[in-house]
Each structure stands twice: as C-alpha cells, then as structure tokens.
C-alpha cells in the first residue's frame, strides 16, 4: 500500500512506493514531534523490509530539517541498509546548487553509511 502525506510549512511531503520501490522525502522537516510525524512511514517501511522490491530508492529534496529530523533520517537509511543484500539500494541526496548546508549535510549522510550507493546531485530547484 503506498503512502502519501502531504507536505506543510512544518513538515515534509513523503511518498513512499512500495512496489516501486520508491520514497521520497521533500520540503521542510520541522515538525513538533518528529516521531509522532514520521510514524506512518517507519510503520509502512517495517512491512517494506521483510519483501522489498528489487530496487530501493530513497530520494531527499529537503529545503531545511532540524536536529530531530536528522535522528529520523539516520535511523530512516539504516534500517534500509539491512536489506541493502535484497535489494539494490540507492540513497539520492538533492539539495539546490547555492545551498551549501545542504550539500554538506549530504556529504555527512555519505560518509556515514559508505558502505551504500550514495548520490549527492545539485539541482536548480527542488
């Protein structure tokens, strides 16, 4: 069953595929409660581990998050990292040209799980 939750001036847009295989991750994540937020997709990624479609994706357009969202991230590309032997996953980091905070933040997000495929790509706008 895919998810969808839509985004607003606190929160980011998530969509999450999992017959394709797909998440995505977008706008601005400064929710009030960060767990309470992101639950409906670790509750749908939990399902998702134990049958993952061939090719994972895991796409972030993020304009901003703040320090608990960074805990959300982390734990998000982790939990995939346990079946990055069932699945080819792909972790796709987009951040505007000019914003370098985000470009280093990805870069971070990198050098932390180096043991997957990790794409940092500059776009002109998210």
């Not at 969808?4 to 994540?29: L, V």
Request: proline share 5%.
């Amino acid at each position: 069953m895919a998810l969808q939750i839509a985004p607003t001036i606190k929160t980011p847009g998530i969509k999450f595929n999992p017959e394709e295989g797909f998440i995505s991750i977008t706008g601005i994540s400064i929710p009030e409660d960060t767990q309470d937020f992101f639950a409906p997709l670790h509750t749908e990624l939990q399902k998702y581990l134990a049958n993952p479609a061939k090719e994972t994706i895991l796409e972030f357009r993020l304009e901003y998050f703040n320090t608990s969202s960074t805990l959300i991230i982390r734990d998000l590309i982790r939990k995939l990292r346990t079946i990055n032997n069932k699945t080819d996953l792909k972790v796709k980091w987009c951040f505007e040209f000019e914003d370098e905070d985000m470009k280093d933040a990805g870069e971070e997000f990198k050098m932390l799980f180096d043991d997957i495929k990790f794409e940092i790509i500059g776009v002109k706008n998210l």
